[in-house]
């Protein structure tokens, strides 16, 4: 730990149980020196704590064993025991001593519950500068000939950080492509967050179905995901943990096929999987309560076929994944059906999104968070006229993918080739989303532009009490009714078919899109290309008087990813648009490479989003989810 010399630090380590296993502690004299454990997921295990290098220093031990009733408990039940009655000699001349709060091994335990934690606490206290060090070891390690700790455990740390630079360097080739080790640092670092925060999670989410009147546990399940940020948001998201695959399939197709099979195995039985898993109470105590409840009808976008196809591309696919593969066929299967049955739209080879806010009345632009998109405009009023191009894109996509795996395994894929077929063509794709007032691809829906927030004062009535008024609220206002038509807003939506390579590579809407692509005034920047065009009247507006703008100006690196792999794709085939892609790809791909480095370099951190005017690092922090797919940008791995 770091500090001013001779300050007084405590560090806690926690064990516990949670509700099944045991753990037994082992003292040394007056102090705990290890604790030895059982548990069904971990077998038998030893924790040892050796003395820290204290530079000579006293050390002052405390522990604690008890039990509390739940591990979201265990700092409530720690901070109660804490007593101010220890002493910790200061070091300097004579014999003063100081104070400390200890964790006090007097302290009663309440009586144990057939649900209850079984917690040891050991904790040390020492002046700075020190050393501590925590050892776990596993019973099923028989050959140990010593503690892997020390200069041990340092040797060992450095063999394999050699072992990965060097495998890094023969993955990825950065050094060929005129990266400085700087660089090459840097997505290093991106690339070890994001496999380094693979997690895995087991619980069971809550679920409100139609076949219950309230919210329902759903069975146990274990998941094997990576998350978006380990501090923030540590657990799975559906469609981000699609684009994390598509990094770590490259690193390490082993992971990704595990992660793919997990995510596979959480589809019911209707081929519904939670777009959010939010597993068990410890995860439930950390997320805000109306995102906790995961709803049946909802979908996410399937990212997990991207994914999937590029584990597929070549036809390479090793036997483990050919085996997770016919396993997960079936539930393949029952997953894309229940997107065409519960997110059709309104006519044939069109879909919706359900799940949108249907409260007009708060919100400037009422929400779609199962697109993802969240706060992106879309139509004004929602309502089942709508068709969404996105979606209707994610399913080209999933089509495309379902019949190579059909073909791959052996299986009759026609029905998802006359999908694919159908929804990449491009005349039925501009009969029902191009917009050509727009002058892109679009919504459709009943809309209006003309909604603004304006604060509601209420007025007391004669001879009501003042301090009874509702305070005042920002509400929705709509100047002109809406009607059925298309929605003027440009930006990610409206570059799905090309995101998603659905265009010919000689469609005249081709040029279009990458000449909008282009425009300054519109979605391009110095630093990536912007979620939402600075001409739509939603451009960083607030969505409600709580809610920033989110999806609705600021640079993400998923879409921007999608983005510069499209490029790629269209400079590489022939077509009056080559030369155009080819010019957009160069730039786009040395301004998000450059960005990113630069705000990595001056803050440390890859972040959730970058703002479309400076550039900065915005939201949440550490994001190495898919902000991380900067390492396939650096090595044009598409």
């Known amino acids: 730990p770091q500090g001013p010399p001779g300050q007084v630090l405590s560090l806690f380590f926690y064990v516990a149980t949670d509700g099944q296993g045991t753990l037994t502690p082992h003292m040394d004299g007056r102090h705990l020196s290890h604790v030895t454990g059982l548990s069904e997921e971990l077998g038998g295990f030893t924790i040892r704590f050796p003395s820290p290098d204290a530079g000579g220093g006293a050390i002052s031990y405390n522990h604690l064993v008890t039990m509390c009733p739940g591990l979201h408990h265990i700092t409530d039940v720690v901070r109660g025991s804490l007593r101010d009655r220890f002493s910790h000699p200061s070091g300097g001349s004579g014999n003063s001593k100081r104070r400390y709060f200890g964790v006090d091994v007097y302290n009663p335990p309440p009586q144990p519950g057939s649900d209850h934690s079984q917690v040891i606490v050991h904790q040390i206290t020492l002046a700075l500068p020190f050393q501590a060090e925590i050892l776990f070891e596993s019973d099923s390690f028989l050959e140990r000939w010593e503690h892997l700790s020390g200069q041990t455990l340092t040797a060992e740390l450095e063999r394999h950080k050699k072992d990965m630079a060097e495998r890094f360097r023969q993955t990825f080739q950065l050094e060929g492509k005129g990266f400085i080790p700087e660089q090459v640092a840097f997505a290093q670092a991106a690339l070890s967050n994001m496999v380094g925060g693979m997690g895995y999670f087991y619980g069971s989410s809550l679920v409100q179905s139609r076949y219950n009147p309230e919210p329902v546990a759903y069975p146990l399940a274990p998941l094997f995901t990576a998350v978006p940020s380990r501090s923030f948001f540590p657990r799975g998201f559906l469609w981000d943990e699609g684009f994390h695959l598509l990094l770590i399939a490259r690193w390490n197709p082993t992971l990704a096929w595990q992660s793919l ?15 959010e898993q939010i597993l068990g109470p410890e995860a439930r105590s950390k997320v805000p309560s109306e995102f906790v409840v995961q709803r049946d009808e909802n979908a996410n976008p399937p990212t997990l076929f991207l994914a999937l196809r590029q584990l597929l591309a070549g036809g390479n696919v090793p036997p483990e994944g050919r085996l997770i593969l016919r396993r997960a066929f079936p539930r393949l299967q029952t997953w894309y059906g229940w997107f065409n049955e519960t997110q059709s739209g309104p006519l044939p080879h069109t879909y919706r999104w359900r799940g949108r806010d249907r409260d007009t009345l708060q919100f400037l632009n009422p929400k779609t968070l199962t697109s993802g998109l969240d706060d992106y405009p879309r139509a004004s009023h929602p309502s089942d006229d709508e068709r969404h191009v996105d979606l209707r894109c994610w399913m080209a996509l999933a089509s495309e993918v379902m019949a190579g795996i059909c073909d791959l395994l052996g299986e009759d894929g026609g029905r998802y080739k006359e999908s694919h077929s159908a929804l990449t063509d491009n005349s039925l794709l501009d009969k029902l989303h191009w917009f050509e007032r727009l002058g892109a691809y ?32 920002l509400i929705r206002v709509v100047r002109k ?14 570059l799905f078919p090309f995101l998603l390579q659905l265009l010919s590579p000689d469609s005249p809407k081709l040029g279009r899109v990458l000449d909008q692509l282009r425009d300054p005034d519109k979605l391009w920047t110095p630093y990536g290309i912007r979620s939402l065009s600075k001409s739509s009247p939603m451009y960083m507006q607030r969505n409600t008087e709580h809610d920033p703008p989110y999806w609705r100006g600021p640079i993400w690196i998923n879409m921007n990813y999608l983005a510069v792999r499209a490029l790629h794709h269209y400079s590489q085939l022939e077509g009056p648009h080559r030369e155009k892609a080819t010019s957009v790809y160069r730039e786009l791909r040395i301004n998000l490479i450059a960005n990113l480095y630069r705000q990595y370099i001056d803050t440390g951190f890859l972040w959730e989003q970058y703002n479309d005017h400076t550039g900065r690092g915005q939201g949440c922090h550490p994001f190495t989810g898919w902000s991380s797919l900067v390492v396939l940008i650096m090595a044009e791995e598409y």
Do not use: C, M
């Open 261 to 275: 099979g997990h995510w596979l195995d959480l589809i019911n039985a209707d081929g519904w999987i939670p777009r």
């Open 481 to 494: 009714a809406p009607k059925l038509q298309y929605v003027g807003a440009l930006g990610y939506v409206s």
């Open 442 to 473: 679009a919504d459709y829906g009943n809309h209006t532009q003309n909604t603004v927030l304006e604060w509601e004062r209420p007025r007391p009535f004669p001879g009501q009490d003042p301090r009874s008024v509702p305070p005042p609220r």
